[in-house]
Each structure stands twice: as structure tokens, then as C-alpha cells.
């Protein structure tokens, strides 16, 4: 029996125990690739012998950390852009500070694609201080009948939180419990922060509620010019890619209805941008549901937006029409990316992203001619769920681009991206989530904030790319002041590392002369303006 | 139906858009003092949620020095749930005094080692016992908001570093004042709103410990509280707490004036009250109100004839939704120096219910001539209800209140001003609305956005 994913249990299995994530790591992007020995896992992802549990990819653990992401997060940005559902976080408010956040961006999102801007609906159920003594089952039902009176929505998501989890609540059964009632689904979404060393384990647990109470079973009727195209809230290009062989997308999760999503069985394949984020769904999708997943590389670059094609047309039986796609899309294409690469020649960048998008964005950045000799990711999957070698994003990576020399795994750590900027001199960064542009820039590095995350896929990919580059490398003159007007926040020491690792592999330096310099030294104050 | 009660304004439990962040949210009243730097002791995604909700998609404020993705955290796992995370937090400290430079370092919890019980207290004793400016503070998420969060950390660092290391707590400095105001990064404009506020009180002959933003002279300023004159409480209730505190502890008397003063009239009773109060000042003060009114005015006659014939319509009703201290000054401006029409008043930021008694009879003389009746509503959805019941007239409103408001102003084809948490759709830096000149900005704010809709 191969391996297959589990929907019985109401809960998602973690990433590191299912994929064996981690999250802090050093060398090449050869040797991580190696290390993470995707076949052999690939083959216990399958049932076959592979290594069992024994291949673990060793993981660097430091004393100093600093603010993260979390799982809950993930939820909020896929179960909360649903477009006719509701998501309510049985938590204290703090976690409801994410409102705010995925409201800008569902906002941002809807405008993007052409939707009705609205505000996001999200409902906290504000757990107080006695809650956590008696369990606050009451409230939750409480706040589902309000979603319900308020919005009519066509499906409840329900998320826990690191409180919920430690105090025990029982969700499941209230989730149960409203669902016959109500007669929509209401879903459990299992996400406590603490759960996971990842925060990409939120996008699983989203995708694993949505599988197991959305998806329709059984369904009656098939649409074979259907595709799945799972990804967040990025302008529309797959639209007119998709149409070439006539093929129609079915956007998921973020910006959809209930029922796109329950459609989902129904499509005639499953594709992504970034196995980080499709792995799990799409593999359940096919082993679940009997969608084939298109098992290639990422649709980055000529060589992997080729392949990506033909795999698709494959799986969707339009062979006859995907290779004069590929030819008129080079002839279109190419010119303009030589133009590019012209302008960009010379030109350094590093990119910070999510684990399989990076590799991707590496993939176009080496199209345009620009040089990458340092990348970090925020977390590295050494497998995805279907442990198809062909979904080897890194192994596609290193074997049709060549190598990264210094390729780290640093789960959104603003002191170490110091080394590693020191370490390479990059012109500018590619960046997804907040936090690391800041550092950058107060080093006269700009960088391109992908909140568009297609806007490298396919063919225009590199072009739009490529443009944006140039517009970023412009942003330079003010950073370049900048930077020589701002003071940052570490020691001399900790600037002077070379190894931003150095923690983790010598605890011993932390001892407590930091302490005492305060009691003994005469200190400058750092922070006084008057 | 579930067991849970509905208050007066028929609110449950639920929050639908929130406008406020959790006590550990205050992580950012420590970045808002020059020198200081949090250290977190939470799970992975508290501080990145605290900072995007209150620092970034709200006015993009940024995180500075100490704040973003710069403060340290523990980001807890399963394994510190199960065996405690005393001895992960300790780590962290040590690690952060080896790699952050500060001149004040803040320990804060959040629901985590506060459920399962971690001493964060006695980790941070050791360092205290070494010497090391360090504080702790207990800001679990379910313990309150970040208003709530604001008096913890504010009182801890009174308690644990300004009272071990003030060189002098004792000595009065005549005319010195402590200012407690608006809550750091949760006001959008409090930046500018602190300078401005500085600005006139030095004008009017005090000396002042702002203690929070680019006025203040960092961490050092915070040793010299207990060497000021009396406290100064700006607002309807925040700070009135730590008023208290440093009343009992330095013997100092505390000065509570609960508009936070937008405009010429406002202001000249502001810091003629302070000037009665102390009895000191009094020409210093009378001579800077007259130099700035005549600056004001001579901008204000000026503004007279578009706000006296501007042809295409100017809104005369509002609403205001937003927190107490904004709320309150934004009503006094609008009906005494414009002489707009409120139509409901919303204070969203759960205000302690002690207070709420004397802030509803502030709206009751809004002007002697106007009064309002203030609800107290903290969850969206409610809001949005209580807005759309509005008797606005036959011309549309304007809304004072959140990036949430958007879909009703839209709704009701009115205008919007974002004064408070989250101003998602304003890029603020240190643009302020109160004094004198924020006045101004405000008045440039209104009507720009009101006359824009033939843009």
C-alpha cells in the first residue's frame, strides 16, 4: 500500500513529521539537495523501502531567535479569503491582530482580480482570562451563530490557537454539532503555532479541512477543460496561459467561493506555482479524488514553464496543442528577454523567500542572466507529499541552473540575513513576507516585495520580472542614503560574525560577559535623539 | 442557543474587525522609547501579528529601532509547552544581551508561558541581580488589550529600572511634567501628536518628559520621572492608572485633563489649566497663546472663504468611531470650531467601565449649546450596525474611524477620514491632527477628502 494521506484524523499531520521540514541549515544548494535525499524519501512517501524515518537532515538549533511567523497566519490568509465563508479564531484577540493584516491583503486581492473590494469576515471569539481555566466551548458556539445570523455563509472555518490547544479544546465536536445544525459545512482547521516548527503547516491545515468536509465525494459529473490552480491572491496569468490549450482555471484557495472550492474533484488536473503550498492538496486531490496532480518543474523559466506545459497537456490529453503554444511563446518572448539581460548584465541578486518558490525564482533570475551565488529560504522540504522525483524543485534547480554557493535555511532571521548579505554583496533582494527588506535597505540593498506571487510564473514571468528588477535597482538612491543615516540594532560583535550559524554550532559563546558589561562598563547610550 | 450573554449594545463575545491588539501588543510601547528593546517570550507569530496589525498596516508606521522582525522572540514550541519554557527564555535573554545593543531591555509573555505557568519573573530576577537594565512584564494576550498592555509594561519599567536606577528620586524640578497620552503605535498619529503636544507645552514654559518617540530623550528621560513636578494625564482614561502609581510612590500630585486639544479653543483651555493647576507659568503661558493664535487665525481667515462658500456642497453631520481619547477630541473640534453635527459616537477601545460614566458626560456639553450620546462597542460588525442608524440629514456624512469603515461610507456614499486602528489607507509619518497645527492638517484632511468626490 503506498503511503497515502490521511483525512480521517480532524487534524493535519505537521510538515516536519510528514516531509522531515527544517528550518535552519548551511552550505550549498548541492549538498542540501544531497543531504535531503528526495528519492529515497520519495520511495517511503510511495510505500516502498526508502529510508524510513532514519534520513533525517540535520538541523542547526541556535539560543537566539527572532519573531517568526505562525501556522494561524496561513489559515487566516487561505480559509479567510474565501469569498463567501467565514473564519472565526477561537482565541484570545491577540491572534485577531491578524484581521487586520489579511484584510489589506483580501482586500488588495479582490481589486487585483477584478472582485468587489470588500472587508474581510473574520470573527475572534476574545478568550479571557477565565477561559482558560473553564474552556470556553460556549463562546465558540456562540460566535459560529453569530457568523451564521450575520453573514449566511456558505461554509464555517473554525481556527484553534496556541491557547485552545494547551486548555484542550474540544472543537471538533462543536464543529460536528453546527454542522447539522446549520446544514453547512462547518470545518475545524487545526493550526496552533506551537504545533509546528513551520508556519507553512497552516497552509496544510487549511487545505487538509477544505479536502475533508468541502470537496465533493463522489461527484457527478466531470469537467474535463477544468484545472485546479492552487496558489494565494496573484493577478490572473494563468487565465490566458490556460486558454492556449483551451483549458479553464479554477482558482484555489484564496479568492474563491465554497463551491469553486468543492469542485475541486471534478477538475481534470491540479497544477501550482510552489509545491510549498500546493504539495498537500494536490496530492490529495489525486489520491483522494482521483485528480492527477502535473507532477514537473515549476513553470519558471524557458526550460521549466516548457516542461510544466507539456506535462499539463499530457495530463489533460492537448499534446496536439502545446507545441506551437511553446514555439509562438518563445518567438514572443525571447527578444525581450534579451533586451533584459542586456540591461542586467553584471547585476547581483539573492533571493528570500518560501522554500519551492525560491528555487523557482532562482530558475528566473539565471534566464536573465543574473548572478545568485547566496539565497536563503525560510524553511526546506526535503520531499513533498507525492515524493515524485519530478517535483524535486531543488534537484531541478541545481541539475538545469546550476548551483547556489551559499544557500541557507533561515526561517525569517533578520540578524543572520546580516552575514549572509555581507557575506555575497547582492544589488538588490527578492523578497515574500515582511521583515527582511528592512534590514536590507538600512545596508543600501533595495528589494522587490513579491505580494504578487505570480508575477514570475511562465513566459511574461521573466519579462515582468526582469522590469521589476530595474524598477527596484532605481529605489537604490534611497537606500543608499539611508543607509548612512541610520544606526542598527546589533552589538559589533554579533556584525562582525561571518557565521551567522556561530550560535548554534558554539553555544559556549553565550556567556554572561554581555551581563556584566552593564554592571562594569561605562556605556553609550544608544538611544537618545535630545 | 449557547449560554453566553449579549451587553447592552447586544454584544456577545465575538470580535468581527478588530481595533485593538493584545496585552502583548505593548511590546511596542517599548519600541516607542529610544534605547529600549523588547525580548518575547510567545508563540511564533505573536510579534509579526502584533507588528503588522499595529505598526505596519496601520499608517505603515514601520518598526524602527527595536520593533518588526528585529525584536527577539522565544517563538515557542510543542516541547516548551510540555517541559516549560523558563529555561528557553533565559537563553534567549542571554543570547540578546550578547547580540541586540539597548539601553533598556523589556521581558514580555504572552499566552503561552502564562497558561502553562513559566516564572518569567524570576528568569528575569538574575539578570536584575547582575545589574542588567532589564524588566519583566506580564502581558499574556487573555489578560487584556494592549491599552491594558501599556499599563503593565509602563508600570514594570517604573517598578523594576526607574526605581533601582533613578540617581535621584527625590528632588522635585519645578516645572518639570511627566506626560502620559495617546497609546504609541496604536494611534496612528502619535508621533506627530506627541511633538506637537511637546511643542505647546515648552511654548507655555514647562519642561517635559514626553517619554515615548523622537521627543523624548530615550531610556535616561524615564530616570528622571520621579524628579518631575506632577504628572500630566492627556485623555479620557489611559495613563490615569500610572498616574496613580507614581503619585502614591514619588508623591506627586497628578493634573487629569481628558481632551486631548485640537484647535485654538482647545488648546488655550488646555494649558490654561495647567498653568491654574500648578500656578506657575501663567504669563509664560498667556503669551504663547497669543503669539500661536495669531498664527492659527491668520491661516484660518484664509480657509474662511472656501469653508464659507465653497459652491458644490460640504458635509455637515459625522460620526466617529475610534478610540476614546481621538473620539473626544475629534468631537469638541468638530462642533466648536466647525460646528458639524454628531450623529453617533462610537469609542471602540473597551474602556475600563469606571470611566465610562465621566466620559458620557463629557459628551453631554459637547458645547453648551450641543450634546452626544457615546456608545461603547467593540466589536465590528456592531459598529457598522450603529453607523448605518445614523440620522445623518439629506447630505452624506463623514466618517472618523477605521479602514474597516470603508464599506459602509461607501454605502452610505459618504466620506471617510481613517483617525484610528487600522488606517490601512494612509501613509503617515509624522503628520499629526491636535494642537495648533494638527488642527490645521486635520481641517486640509476633511475637506480635501470631501471635495473630492468630483475628482
Known amino acids: 500500500m503506498p503511503k497515502k494521506i490521511n483525512l480521517d484524523m480532524a487534524s493535519v499531520e505537521p510538515r516536519e513529521q510528514r516531509l522531515g521540514t527544517i528550518i535552519a541549515w548551511d552550505g550549498n544548494s548541492e549538498e542540501l539537495h544531497e543531504q535531503s535525499a528526495y528519492e529515497l524519501r520519495g520511495q517511503k512517501e510511495r510505500g516502498k523501502k526508502g529510508c524510513g524515518g532514519n534520513c533525517r537532515l540535520c538541523e542547526l538549533s541556535g539560543p537566539f531567535t527572532q519573531g517568526a511567523v505562525c501556522s494561524e497566519q496561513m489559515v487566516e490568509c487561505q ?35 477584478g472582485y468587489k473590494v470588500e472587508n474581510i469576515r473574520i470573527i475572534n471569539t476574545n478568550l479571557k482570562e477565565s477561559d482558560m481555566v473553564f474552556g470556553a466551548a460556549d463562546k465558540l458556539r456562540r460566535s459560529i451563530d453569530d457568523a451564521w445570523e450575520r453573514y449566511k455563509p456558505q461554509a464555517i472555518f473554525v481556527a484553534s490557537s496556541c491557547a485552545t490547544g494547551i486548555i484542550g479544546e474540544d472543537i471538533e465536536s462543536i464543529t460536528d454539532e453546527k454542522e447539522a445544525e ?54 490572473d496569468v494563468f487565465t490566458p496561459l490556460l486558454k492556449n490549450l483551451n483549458l479553464r482555471v479554477n482558482y484555489v484557495v484564496d479568492l474563491a467561493s465554497v463551491e469553486e472550492l468543492a469542485q475541486m474533484s471534478e477538475a481534470a488536473a491540479t497544477v501550482g506555482f510552489c509545491y510549498t503550498l500546493s504539495s498537500y492538496l494536490a496530492t490529495a486531490l489525486e489520491q483522494h479524488f482521483g485528480v492527477p496532480e502535473v507532477k514537473a518543474p515549476m513553470p ?136 527582511l ?30 522590469e521589476t528588477i530595474l524598477e527596484i535597482l532605481a529605489h537604490k538612491k534611497f537606500h543608499d542614503d539611508i ?40 556605556r553609550v547610550e544608544v538611544g537618545a535623539h535630545a | 442557543m449557547p449560554k453566553t450573554k449579549k451587553d447592552k449594545c447586544k454584544q456577545t463575545n465575538s470580535i468581527n474587525q478588530v481595533r485593538y491588539g493584545c496585552a502583548l ?204 513636578e506632577f504628572n500630566l494625564v492627556v485623555g479620557p482614561w489611559l495613563g490615569l492608572k500610572t498616574a496613580k502609581l507614581l503619585e502614591k510612590k514619588y508623591n506627586q ?18 494649558l490654561r489649566s495647567i498653568a491654574a493647576f500648578a500656578k506657575e507659568n501663567e504669563v509664560k503661558t498667556e503669551a504663547f497663546i497669543k503669539r500661536e493664535e495669531k498664527e492659527y487665525y491668520y491661516y484660518l481667515e484664509y480657509f474662511t472663504d472656501f469653508y464659507a462658500e465653497y459652491w458644490w456642497g460640504l458635509p455637515a453631520s459625522y460620526a466617529v468611531a475610534s478610540d476614546a481619547t481621538y473620539n473626544l477630541a475629534l468631537n469638541k473640534f468638530l462642533v466648536n470650531q466647525l460646528g458639524l453635527i454628531p450623529a453617533k459616537q462610537i469609542i471602540t477601545d473597551n474602556t475600563p467601565e469606571k470611566y465610562r460614566e465621566a466620559i458620557r458626560e463629557e459628551y453631554k456639553h459637547l458645547a453648551d449649546d450641543v450634546a452626544a450620546e457615546v456608545e461603547f462597542i467593540e466589536d465590528g460588525y456592531l459598529v457598522t450596525q450603529t453607523i448605518k442608524q445614523g440620522e445623518y440629514g439629506h447630505k452624506p456624512p463623514i466618517i472618523f474611524g477605521t479602514t474597516w469603515e470603508r464599506d459602509i461610507t461607501k454605502e452610505l456614499n459618504g466620506h471617510i477620514v481613517e483617525v484610528s486602528y487600522p488606517v490601512s489607507y494612509d501613509v503617515v509619518i509624522n503628520k499629526t491632527y491636535i494642537g495648533y497645527r494638527g488642527a490645521l492638517t486635520l481641517l486640509e484632511k476633511i475637506f480635501t477628502t470631501a471635495i473630492s468626490k468630483s475628482a
Open chain 2, 253 to 270: 500630585p497628578y493634573l487629569h485633563l481628558p481632551i486631548l486639544p485640537i484647535g485654538a479653543k482647545q488648546v488655550g483651555d488646555f
Open chain 2, 25 to 228: 501588543g505593548a511590546l511596542h510601547s517599548v519600541t516607542a522609547i529610544p534605547g529600549a528593546m523588547p525580548i518575547t517570550h510567545c508563540g511564533p507569530g505573536c510579534v509579526d501579528k502584533q507588528y503588522m496589525s499595529l505598526a505596519f498596516y496601520n499608517g505603515y508606521q514601520g518598526g524602527g529601532y527595536a520593533g518588526g522582525a528585529v525584536t527577539p522572540s522565544s517563538n515557542l514550541q510543542e516541547k516548551d509547552v510540555v517541559f516549560g519554557g523558563a529555561k528557553h527564555l533565559d537563553q534567549l535573554i542571554a543570547a540578546s544581551l550578547k547580540i541586540m545593543e539597548a539601553d533598556l531591555f523589556v521581558v514580555l509573555n504572552g499566552c503561552i508561558p502564562e497558561i502553562v505557568g513559566d516564572d518569567i519573573g524570576a528568569v528575569v530576577a538574575r539578570y536584575q541581580k547582575k545589574g542588567v537594565p532589564i524588566v519583566s512584564a506580564e502581558t499574556g494576550g487573555f489578560k487584556g488589550n494592549n491599552f491594558t498592555g501599556h499599563e503593565i509594561v509602563t508600570e514594570a519599567i517604573i517598578e523594576q529600572y526607574v526605581d533601582k536606577f533613578a540617581p535621584d528620586k527625590t528632588t522635585k524640578k519645578k516645572g518639570l511634567i511627566n506626560v502620559w497620552a495617546e497609546l504609541p503605535f496604536q494611534n496612528t498619529f502619535w508621533r506627530g501628536d506627541l511633538a506637537e503636544l511637546k511643542r505647546i507645552l515648552e511654548g507655555a514654559g514647562w519642561q517635559v518628559n514626553i517619554l515615548f518617540g523622537y521627543g523624548s530623550a530615550g531610556v535616561k528621560e524615564w530616570l528622571t520621572i520621579p524628579n518631575a
Open chain 1, 437 to 466: 527588506a528592512p534590514l536590507a535597505s538600512r545596508l543600501g540593498i533595495p528589494a522587490a516585495p513579491l505580494g504578487d506571487e505570480h508575477i514570475a510564473v511562465g513566459y511574461d514571468g521573466m519579462i515582468n520580472l526582469g
Open chain 1, 182 to 235: 446549520l446544514g453547512i459545512p462547518v470545518v475545524p482547521l487545526a493550526c496552533e503555532g506551537f504545533r509546528s516548527k513551520h508556519w507553512s503547516t497552516g497552509f496544510d491545515a487549511t487545505q487538509h479541512g477544505i479536502l475533508r468536509q468541502i470537496v465533493r465525494r463522489n461527484p457527478q459529473k466531470k469537467q474535463e477543460d477544468l484545472v485546479n490552480v492552487i496558489n494565494l491572491w496573484g493577478s
Open chain 1, 300 to 435: 519558471y523559466g524557458f526550460a521549466g514553464t516548457d516542461a510544466w506545459l507539456r506535462e499539463l497537456a499530457r495530463v489533460t490529453h492537448r499534446e496536439a496543442l502545446v507545441e506551437p503554444f511553446i514555439q509562438a511563446e518563445h518567438e514572443r518572448v525571447k527578444p525581450r528577454v534579451e533586451e533584459l539581460k542586456k540591461k542586467l548584465q553584471g547585476v547581483k541578486g539573492f533571493v528570500a523567500t518560501g522554500s519551492a518558490y525560491a528555487h523557482g525564482l532562482i530558475q528566473v533570475m539565471r534566464e536573465l542572466g543574473i548572478e545568485v551565488d547566496g539565497s536563503l529560504t525560510f524553511h526546506h522540504d526535503p520531499v513533498y507529499d507525492s515524493g515524485d522525483t519530478k517535483e524535486d524543485s531543488l534537484g531541478y534547480l541545481n541539475q538545469h541552473y546550476g548551483k547556489v554557493s551559499n544557500f541557507h535555511v533561515s526561517n525569517r532571521q533578520q540578524y543572520q540575513l546580516y552575514a549572509f548579505l555581507q557575506q555575497v554583496k547582492p544589488d538588490f533582494l527578492l523578497i515574500r513576507h515582511n521583515g
Open chain 1, 483 to 522: 543607509r548612512k543615516h541610520v544606526k542598527l540594532p546589533y552589538k559589533q560583535w554579533w556584525l562582525k560574525q561571518k557565521d551567522a550559524y556561530i550560535l548554534a554550532k558554539h553555544p559556549e559563546l553565550i556567556d554572561d560577559d554581555a551581563a556584566e558589561e552593564y554592571s562594569t562598563e561605562e
Open chain 1, 79 to 113: 480559509a479567510g479569503n474565501v469569498r463567501d465563508a467565514v473564519l472565526i479564531q477561537h482565541s484570545p484577540i491577540g491572534c485577531g491582530g491578524g484581521q487586520v493584516e489579511y484584510n489589506a491583503i483580501y482586500r488588495n486581492g479582490l481589486a487585483m482580480r
